[in-house]
Every structure is written in structure tokens, then in C-alpha cells.
């Protein structure tokens, strides 16, 4: 090191000085910095010369001037870069030091066993894409181990002319892990009976779940793979099971198998990839998540009331992961922002697989109030019957009341304001099919309709406003039997038209047994009259499924108190016209006080008194000075109202701004639960105000099992109107 030259120090003290602690400050002069310890300067260097830094830093924890972390917080550093400039500086003196960033040169990105298998994989014809995925690494890696793929090439061997040899038949081969060592095609015998087709290699690479590897032999202890994953080269951990008796909750394993079936695993590890080198990684989390709500475990901080130890057990591990643990993973899971994208992949995969429910699609909006502290936008809990601060959930199920779709689009907007975006999603989901949106009076618009109609969507809905009534003797008696069991209405079936007589719908009109007339909506020519009310009626399935779903599962319970900006275009209600309504309406409940007090005394004003009205107005003066004081004021408020515009661009408020909830990882919590309910919890709605606890495609023998293996797995909670 050359040697330092003599530095002028200023007597007095420079405002750019920072405190290390007690005795050690660092002061910056020009370009330069100084080191003082004492009073006295020990060192200084160019502020641009990093390895300057570094050492001082490395010499004011070794002297014993200052501690780690007081010098890592004055610095600007983290604690560990304190450690390793040490461990640099004591192995090769200021040259360590001096070592760039970043991976070292010469080192491998992917080891020698795992290289001997990318040549394997890229023999088979497997692409450099779907090496990276299969081996948990980037393409570039591959790219820079193997060269560019040459798809032209591969095109043109001759793959096709070799017969399919029959170990093809056999199941497919589970993709290799970072510890997996074994390979993966039997190299003599695709030499002796062909080599696959490319295409099948990529199928499996994509459709297999990767099967983790553990070098831990006891089950109880897996202090080895968590050391692995500590050191970056584990990204999940391997369920390893021991024998047991009495394992409190073991009958939950048994949807284990659903959840494998249902895709989600599948369709998480391609949207997210992993979490990262640890030790409870997706699949772990994912199936934590599971489990918790077959436990009724309703929250990630209600796991502290559970045994680690013993809860791990169901998982394979020696441990669950804990609060922060799954909260963090969840963390690094809401950081894609790609929940409402999985939602959608798995709608589409239950269309696929259970299409002939799509046809009919129950649409409605679920209120969460929200206690905090924050300012967001109100909306009406129609279960507490008031407004207050909450945040609004459309949900999307499908006939049997099971859900299909979750989305949570703008703070609080009305269902007929929601209506197409949430369309464009179901269209995105079902594809070209046609289908039936059932839906309440809070999307009534006879324009919406007509809308709705032209874009390939049928509606089903009940009438808002005054209708006139049908004569009693109108009514005819319907029965009929719907999805296995019988119905009987007294309806009357007649059409009606609206938007000044352009849209002709059908109204079908329920007789109840107070004389009460339900009046829908629809423009299903095609059905029963009976039909159209047995669907209307069965809407209230999807008003068991939030029941079921707020007792059992926590629905509107906050997963986290994060906020996210609003949309500073999207226009909401005038606060400002808002307060001068309220203003208005206190004004004119006083000026019609006063009138009844001016119209009584001149309804008892008796003629021989005052016979003519000048001496009643001379009588009443007082009064009727208080009067035009409270007409004059209503006036000037109006007045001053027409002036304030109706609504109001967010950036345009003079008040706090509003927010809204974070919604990613409300929705990738909600995920399990939701999935298990259309499994385990299913009520048979009839429609006439009774609720059968039935599971769908299982014998008697079977609920009964679940039912006993699983807290409360009878069914969901009665119907309540």
C-alpha cells in the first residue's frame, strides 16, 4: 500500500460526520474520509477506494475500537460483509480484499454429476429449456454449459424411424432433484432398443411432480438437509415417514391424494417455480396450507397453539414450519403476483374436468369488513346492516354451488359497475361455451342485459323495483323433480319488455304461501318455468358456501395488513357533495318542523281574532322569520351544490389517500380451504329453505369414515332464510 499522504484537518467539527460510538466517528472531507478514534485521526482514505473502506472497516472491529455491528450499521453494510472482509483480509491480506463481487472465476455453475446428466438429457433431445426446468435452473446455465439449441437439427435426425422400444410403457420416470445421482435412461438399453422421441421426454418433464431426495436417515432428525438447504443446494425438503401409533390427526393424509389430483401442485410449480433454496418450499407450504384447514388450524398464527413436532409428523418432517417461517413463505409467494393467475389456471382446469356444470354460474360479491386503522373505501355489510370500511370479493360457482373463480377487482364497486371485467375473466376461463349468469338485484340494469346477451352470456335474476302483481287465480301449479329430488311451485309465466320496449325478456312469478309474488327475470325461452325458479332459488347455495366458509375457514379475517395504492384515476363519490347532502337533508328535517308549526297555528287561528292574513303574519312574526331564515338556507345549499361535481378522481382529494387490502396473499390463503370445500363440504340445497348434509359421489360408508377422521366433517351449517 503506497504510503498516505498528510491530510489538513479542519479544527472545527464538519457537519458530514457520522457516529460510529462513544470514541469513533467517520468524517468526510471532499473526496476524502477520515477515521477518528479518540479525537485523534488513525486513518484516511479516498472515498472511492472501496478496498480503503474495507480495510478500515476490517481494522476498526479487530482493533477492538468498535464493534461488528456498530461499524456495519455507520457503513452502510450488512453484518456478514463485515465477517467475510475479515475472513478475506486474514487469509490474503489487502489482495482478499480486493477480490471482485459475484461468482468466482473458473468455479462451475453446476456441479460434475449434475453436468454428466445434462449431457444425458441433451442427448435424449431434451431442449435447453426443458433441461433448466427438470433440473431447477436457469436456461442461461444450460445455454453457457451446452451452446445454444439447434432445433433445425434436431429436426432432421431421424427419430421417427426408430421404433418405440416397450420400456416407453412402463411409468414415467420422476424428474432428478439437485441431490438425485442416479441416471435417468438406462444408457445400454436405449442403445440396444432406441432412444425416445424428443416430445416425450418434454411431456414427462413437464406433467411429473419432482420427486426431493434426502441423505437423513432418521425421520425425526433432519439436521442434514436442513444444513443443504441453509447452503443454498436444497429447494424442498423430502417428506420422510416413522412408524407410529395414536397420531393425532392422521386421517387428514387420506386428501392427500386429492390435492396431487387437483393439479395444484402442478400448476403452482409452473406458475411460481419454487421459493427458493429452503427447507419448507412450495410444495411443503402448499401442503401445510392444506392441512391447516383440514385441522381447522384458521389462521398462520393459530399454529402456535399447535406441537411442532407433532404436526410435522403428518407432513414428514421433523418439524412444521412455524409462524414466521410460513409467513415468510407466503411472502416470497405474494411477490409474483401470480394468485389470481393461479386461480385461473385451476378454473380452467375444473371446466375441463367437470364442464357439464359450468352451465349455469352463480355470481355474487362478498363484503370482508375491515377494523384497522386504515382509510379505505366503505361498502354496505348487509349482515351488520351498515356501512363501514371493507373490501369486496366476486366470486364465480358454478351449479352445484362449488367455487370456481375469486376476484377482487376495484375498492367496493357495484356489482353492475364489476360486471365486465368479471365477465371478460369467466369468458377466459369457460372458453366458447354458453352459460347462465344467476345473479341478485345488485346487478340489476336492464342495459347490462342487453349487453350481456350480446356478448354470449344468458341471465337469470330477480326483478328490482315495483312490478305490477298477477291476480292469485293466474297462478299454476307446478311440480317436477330436479337433480334427484321433487320441487313444487305456484308460478305464472308470461313476457316483458324493457329499455322502451327493445329488449323482451321473460318474467316468471313465484306465488309464496303469505301471498308474497317473487318476480325473475330471465331470457331463457328454452327452460321450464319450474327450472328458472328452482336456479334462482338454488343461489342461496352460494350464500351457504360464505356461511360455511366465514365459520369454518375464517373468510374475512385479514391474512395480513398490508396496503396497496389505489388507482389515482378511478373516480369515486364526492366527499365534499356527500357532506352537503347530509347538510341538506338535517336543513329541510328542520324546515319541515317549522312549517307544521306555522300550518298548525294557522289551522287554530280562529277568524273573529285575526280575519285577515296580515295580522296572523304580525301575530306570528317571530315564526314566521325562522321560517324564511330555514327556506333561504336550504336554497344556498343547493345552490352551492350544483357547483360541486358528483365524483371525484382519487389524486384530486384533499384527504389521506385511500387504499386498499393487499389481496395476494389473502388469495393464496383462501386457495386450500377453498378447494376442500368443494371436496369434503357440499350442501344438497333444495330450495325451499333446508339444507341436506350430502357428499357428492360418495357412499354413506365413506362420509362416515371422513366424518370420523376429520373435526366437523358432517357438512356445512342450515340455510338461515
Known amino acids: 500500500m503506497n504510503t498516505q499522504l498528510a491530510l489538513q484537518l479542519s ?202 431426495m434426502s441423505l437423513d436417515a432418521d425421520a425425526s432428525d433432519r439436521t442434514f438437509d436442513r444444513q443443504m438447504a441453509y447452503l443454498g443446494l436444497l429447494d424442498d425438503a423430502a417428506p420422510m415417514f416413522r412408524d407410529g401409533e395414536r397420531i393425532p390427526g392422521v386421517g387428514v393424509l387420506l386428501a392427500v391424494p386429492y390435492l396431487a389430483h387437483s393439479g395444484l401442485l402442478r400448476i403452482a410449480r409452473k406458475l411460481y417455480g419454487g421459493i427458493g433454496p429452503a427447507f419448507y418450499g412450495l410444495r411443503t407450504t402448499l401442503l401445510t396450507l392444506l392441512l391447516m384447514a383440514l385441522l381447522r388450524i384458521q389462521r398462520p398464527e393459530h399454529l402456535k397453539e399447535r406441537d411442532p413436532a407433532a404436526f410435522g409428523r403428518l407432513l414428514g418432517l421433523d418439524r412444521a414450519p412455524e409462524v414466521k ?46 377494523h384497522g386503522q386504515r382509510t379505505i373505501s366503505r361498502a354496505f355489510v348487509a349482515r351488520r346492516h351498515l356501512a363501514m370500511p371493507a373490501t369486496t370479493d366476486y366470486w364465480v360457482n358454478d351449479r352445484i354451488g362449488d367455487p370456481l373463480l375469486l376476484i377482487t377487482g376495484d375498492v367496493n364497486a357495484a356489482l353492475t359497475k364489476a ?57 299454476v301449479h307446478r311440480r317436477a323433480k330436479l337433480d334427484g329430488r321433487w320441487v313444487s311451485y305456484d308460478l305464472h309465466d308470461q313476457p316483458v319488455r324493457f329499455l322502451k320496449g327493445k329488449l323482451r325478456l321473460r318474467q316468471v312469478t313465484r306465488l309464496c304461501d303469505n301471498g308474497h309474488q317473487t318476480q325473475v327475470i330471465t331470457n331463457r325461452w328454452d327452460l321450464r318455468d319450474i327450472e328458472v325458479a328452482y336456479r334462482m332459488f338454488d343461489r342461496w347455495r352460494q350464500e351457504n358456501f360464505f356461511k360455511y366458509m366465514r365459520e369454518e375457514f375464517l373468510l374475512d379475517a385479514l391474512v395480513d395488513y398490508r396496503i396497496e395504492p389505489e388507482d389515482p384515476t378511478r373516480t369515486i363519490p364526492n366527499p365534499e357533495r356527500r357532506a352537503l347532502d347530509q347538510q341538506i337533508r338535517a336543513c329541510r328535517t328542520d324546515l319541515a318542523k317549522i312549517e307544521r308549526e306555522y300550518g298548525a297555528a294557522a289551522a287554530d287561528n280562529t277568524e273573529q281574532r285575526r280575519p285577515t292574513m296580515r295580522g296572523f303574519k304580525i301575530a306570528y312574526g317571530k315564526l314566521g322569520k325562522t321560517l324564511r331564515a330555514a327556506r ?72 362416515r369414515m371422513m366424518g370420523g377422521i376429520i373435526r366437523g366433517s358432517s357438512g356445512r351449517p342450515e340455510h338461515g332464510r
Open 11 to 212: 479544527s472545527s467539527a464538519s457537519p458530514h460526520t457520522v457516529v460510529i460510538n462513544a470514541r469513533c466517528t467517520v468524517r468526510t472531507e471532499g473526496d476524502q474520509r477520515i477515521v477518528v478514534v479518540g479525537g485523534l485521526p488513525v486513518y484516511h482514505y479516498c472515498a472511492a477506494d472501496g478496498v480503503a473502506e474495507a480495510y478500515a472497516m476490517v481494522m476498526l472491529v479487530d482493533s477492538g475500537f468498535a464493534q461488528q455491528t456498530e461499524v456495519a450499521r455507520s457503513f452502510g453494510r450488512s453484518e456478514r460483509s463485515i465477517r467475510r472482509y475479515r475472513e478475506r483480509y486474514g487469509q490474503a491480506g489487502m489482495a482478499g480484499l480486493g477480490r471482485p463481487g459475484g461468482w468466482r472465476r473458473g468455479r462451475r455453475r453446476i456441479s460434475g454429476k449434475r453436468r454428466r446428466l445434462v449431457e444425458r438429457l441433451k442427448s435424449a433431445g431434451l431442449s435447453n429449456r426443458a433441461i433448466a426446468q427438470r433440473l431447477g435452473v436457469s436456461e442461461m446455465a444450460i445455454r453457457k454449459l451446452v451452446g445454444p439449441s439447434k432445433g433445425e437439427e434436431a429436426e432432421q435426425l431421424a427419430w421417427v424411424s426408430v421404433p418405440k422400444a416397450p420400456w416407453l410403457k412402463t411409468p414415467p420416470i420422476p424428474q432428478a432433484s439437485i441431490l438425485s445421482i442416479g441416471p435417468v435412461v438406462d444408457q445400454e438399453r436405449a442403445a440396444t432398443e432406441g432412444v425416445p422421441e424428443p416430445g416425450v421426454l418434454e411431456e414427462q418433464a413437464e406433467e411429473d411432480e419432482p420427486v426431493p
Open 325 to 370: 417461517t410460513l409467513r415468510r413463505g407466503l411472502t416470497r409467494l405474494a411477490a409474483h403476483q401470480r394468485a389470481e393467475q393461479l386461480g385461473a389456471e385451476l378454473a380452467r382446469l375444473r371446466v375441463d374436468q367437470r364442464g357439464h356444470l359450468m352451465g349455469f354460474l352463480y355470481v355474487d360479491g362478498h363484503v370482508r369488513a375491515y
Open 419 to 475: 360486471f365486465p371485467d368479471l365477465l371478460r375473466e369467466v369468458r377466459a376461463v369457460i372458453g366458447e361455451r354458453r352459460a347462465t349468469i344467476v345473479f341478485d338485484r345488485g346487478g340489476w340494469s336492464p342495459k347490462l342485459f342487453r349487453t350481456m346477451i350480446r356478448d354470449g352470456f344468458d341471465i337469470l335474476t330477480y326483478r328490482k323495483g315495483k312490478g305490477r302483481l298477477v291476480h292469485e287465480r293466474r297462478f
Open 632 to 703: 333561504a338556507r336550504v336554497a344556498r345549499l343547493i345552490d352551492k351544490r350544483r357547483n360541486v361535481p358528483q365524483r371525484l378522481e382519487i389524486r384530486d382529494l384533499s384527504a389521506p389517500a385511500v387504499v386498499k387490502l393487499a389481496t395476494e396473499r389473502k388469495h393464496l390463503a383462501i386457495i386450500p380451504p377453498a378447494e376442500l370445500a368443494s371436496l369434503f363440504r357440499h350442501p344438497d340445497y333444495s330450495g325451499n329453505g333446508r339444507a341436506t348434509r350430502v357428499f357428492p359421489g360418495e357412499s354413506r360408508d365413506r362420509r
